[in-house]
């Protein structure tokens, strides 16, 4: 059994640094978990803590349904690879990975049958007699992967293992350590900025922002039913189409969203009705994944909004459309910032900007669509609408007119502050 939970946790370095917020998460025994956030958002850290290589400043930490806050980090059985896996660089491949066993003093005989079978999944074989310095970055970060599982280790801690790898390299090796940890069932936990990695590797992704968890859900829950406008924005390979809507409710016959020159219709009979209506009078954001748009003829009579091509991008696999619809795409929420918070300075956090927008309606001022307007006509680059996602194939030219589809079951609705109007499930 190997199972991790933070209950609370909390880091403050020196200089009072909050980095990790009253984080609390379970790792369920043979899961794989994946920490995903941006840049500083506390999850090495968060390794760190589980690893005992940092201190934990509140909280408590459980391996085992033993509390580890205490524990020295040798006795965790812990095993940790990192973005540069540093091998020795004396010793050959077979040296490395056999290192942690000998110095365990284990037969060598087993040494020889692990190395063997670990260098053989984790297709360094043919390199075992190599020194790492003749290695390429791939296979040593292979090396360094084998010579922390050797041990078998109840728990696996990986820190963008694969972030220093070019994107050939990181899909291959990323498909080995999802096979190999599987099938040596070993609870781990992997730390990454990048979501295809989070969505292809995990069982569960814990969202971080600012050292505080924003979501934590099996990748389709995630992705599909994100719990605030920010996970749903990180979460996503194109842009997430987010548009402030108006609520009303007509002669109280229905829910009804109002975009300005667009509208849809929400029946009592869909079960979020209810909660967008309790906005009636005022305004939510809707998030719309361009997967969940699609090119529809101009007989199609379900919901829809009208607009123009702007442009098309050509992904290789896919096209995507830009549409303008005069519906001016809003910012992401920005989640509050417990040290705003511990400050004192209420829970609007994310600086002026975020203050201001969470203070004014989320539609664009009139003066910044001249703006756009004018940058556009330079030359510059002005924010399309609506990203939709084509397919391979182009069904639209730049500047013809164009319908799109919505997909209402996929429409994401966030109150003005980015959190969710209906309880995403958990
Ligand atoms: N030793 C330290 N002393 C003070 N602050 C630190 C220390 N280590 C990290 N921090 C700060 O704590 C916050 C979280 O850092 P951490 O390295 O955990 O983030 P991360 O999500 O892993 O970022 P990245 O993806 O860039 O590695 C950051 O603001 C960072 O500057």
Redesign the pocket.
């Known amino acids: 059994m190997s199972s991790v939970i933070l209950d609370k946790v909390t880091k403050v ?3 009072d ?1 909050l ?2 917020d009253k984080l609390s998460l379970k790792a369920e025994d043979g899961e794989f978990l994946v920490l995903l ?10 390794l ?1 803590m589980i690893a005992g290589l940092e201190d934990i400043t509140e909280g408590e930490l459980w391996l085992d349904g033993e509390l580890a806050n205490q524990v020295p980090p040798r006795d965790r059985d812990v095993a940790m690879v990192f973005q540069n896996g540093a091998l020795y660089p004396h010793r050959t491949v077979r040296g490395n990975i056999a290192f942690p066993l000998e110095i365990a003093k284990a037969d060598p005989q087993l040494v020889r049958e692990r190395v063997r079978e670990l260098s053989k999944a984790l297709h360094i074989d043919e390199t075992l007699d190599r020194r790492p310095g003749t290695l390429s970055g791939g296979q040593r970060q292979r090396v360094a992967m084998g010579r922390a599982i050797v041990r078998q280790p109840r728990l696996f801690l990986m ?2 293992p694969l972030s220093n790898l070019d994107a050939g390299m990181r899909t291959e090796l990323r498909m080995e350590i999802s096979a190999l940890v599987r099938s040596l069932g070993i609870t781990t936990i992997y ?1 990454t ?1 990048d979501q295809v990695e989070a969505l292809t590797l995990a069982d569960r992704i814990a969202i ?1 922002n600012r ?1 505080v968890l924003q979501d934590f859900g099996t990748p389709a829950q995630i992705y599909n039913d994100p719990a605030t406008a920010f996970v749903a924005a990180f979460l996503n390979s194109q842009q997430l189409n987010l548009l402030a809507a108006d609520v009303h409710t007509p002669q109280n016959q229905y829910v009804m969203l109002d975009f300005g020159p667009h509208r849809l219709s929400i029946p009592w009979s869909d079960p979020r009705a209810y909660a967008i209506s309790q906005h009636t009078g005022g305004q939510v954001l809707i998030g719309m994944r361009p997967d969940g748009l699609a090119p529809v003829p101009e007989s199609y009579d379900g919901p829809a909004f009208y607009g123009r091509v702007r442009t098309l991008e050509y992904h290789g696999h896919e096209w995507m459309a830009y549409i303008e619809c005069g519906v001016p795409a809003v910012p992401v929420p920005e989640p509050p910032d417990p040290r705003e918070v511990r400050r004192g300075h209420g829970a609007s956090g994310g600086g002026l900007g975020a203050l201001v927008r969470r203070m004014f309606p989320q539609r664009q001022e009139p003066q910044d669509l001249e703006q756009a307007d004018q940058n556009s006509s330079n030359g510059l680059h002005r924010r399309a609408d609506l990203t939709v996602r084509l397919g391979n194939r182009p069904v639209w030219r730049t500047g013809d007119a164009a319908k799109v589809g919505i997909d209402m079951s996929r429409l994401m609705i966030f109150t003005p502050d980015g959190a969710r109007i209906d309880k995403p499930r958990r």
Request: with cysteine.
């Open positions: 370095y020196p200089g640094h980095a990790v956030g941006p840049s500083g958002c506390g999850k090495s850290t968060l760190r820190d963008e730390v900025h971080l050292g």
